[in-house]
């Protein structure tokens, strides 16, 4: 038995090296009222490819912030805190940041987000290099 | 003689060693090591202040079952992802425009006024009554309710809160009746809300 865990930690720590190939859906932000300063993103992140990626990092329209964050329960206490080294992107798996989890947390917005709005972001991945998204502005309900 | 000085010092390195062990350990962060709450005294009479910056009391809730949930508004996800479930639940629930309340208190009355909090309930485009009030009446609501918060800085030199996220229930009479955790099925959560509202 150990010897079989012992074999899928190894297994599982061993990075593919292939080309990562992403495909980026279902990107939304809660909408904002006024006052309020912050929001979150959420998106799939889908790694088609036969290789590892990293998101490294997000950067949202100055003078808003963009900052991966997750969010994080035990006990019936959440925690937030900031995402570090990046998300890993498996090869073949498809990456949710969705509430309550990994997010794109907001910063800085100077005017409420609309349900209806655009917001762009940009991520920046290790190998895939920088990607434009497109986040729709969604009502909380989801 | 030199034999018994080796074991003596070699006893001492010992000793020595397990105090710095001791001493050196990360300490367990236990934020739920609190007063225990006995069930019956969970909640009991409050007063805070309401979105319009009048004083809201909980006599204002009598004969009303409800729902409180203790957050902040700069929080981005957990508690807007909370506050839209409950109104979601609230709707699937039918039996009624509002067969329950769903009361927001900030744990962070440093940032959040009653028009922070306010603003904040409108987001869910369902009655949420937001309240806020001095640090020393929400440490005294968080005492009745059994609420855990702390301040940690971020990196950005603001901060976010750590804080409970379960939902508690009450009925009509005013009686704790149970909790929703984030991580429960709707089905379960239903339930408890059918047993607050019967």
Redesign the interface.
Known sequence: MKRILLAALLLASCSKSGTPDLRISDAWARETVAGQTATAAYMTIDNRGAGDDRLVSVEATAPAKAMLHVSESSGGISRMREMGGGLVLPAGTAVQLKPGGSHVMITGLEAPLQTGEVMKLHLRFEKSGPREVAVSVGAGGR | MQRVRIVLWAAVAIALAAFAFLMLRPVQET??RQQPLAISSIGGPFTLTGSDGKPFSSASLAGKPYAIFFGF??????C??T??RM??LRQLLGAGDRPFEILFVSVDPERDGS??VG??A????SPVTGLTGSPAQIEQVKRQYGI?SRK?P???G?Y?V?????VLLFDRKGDFSG?I???EKDNAALAKLKRITA
Request: charged residues 25%; proline residues 8%; negative net charge.
């Open positions: 934020p739920t508004t700069h929080c981005p996800d957990v807007p992802t506050l839209a109104v979601r028009t922070e603003k904040y409108e987001l869910f485009k855990f940690v971020d990196s950005s603001g976010s750590d804080h409970t996220s379960t909790t955790a984030s991580e």
